[in-house]
């Protein structure tokens, strides 16, 4: 696997980990009982996407590593 091909594959296992990990702790307004006039009930008071994006590229480079071994190992 070159460096392009290695970018490439952790870019796209990123994207597929942070979808899965961004529903994680989320709490609607409706929830909390506090709905901004003018707002969706069901969007979150606090999302925290820096936290999900630190979560998402350390899980996201366990998966890589393990895609690497596996490539390396067995010389696909």
Known sequence: MN???GIALYFVI??????AVLPFGV???HET????AGTEPGAPVL???LKK????SVIAAVIFVGV??????YDI
């Open 14 to 19: 990123w994207w597929i980990t942070l979808f």
């Open 27 to 29: 709490r609607s307004q």
């Open 53 to 56: 994006a630190a979560i998402t």
């Open 33 to 36: 009982g506090d709905v901004v």
């Open 68 to 73: 690497w071994y596996v490539w390396v190992t």
């Open 3 to 5: 460096l392009v091909g």
């Open 47 to 49: 999302p925290g996407l």
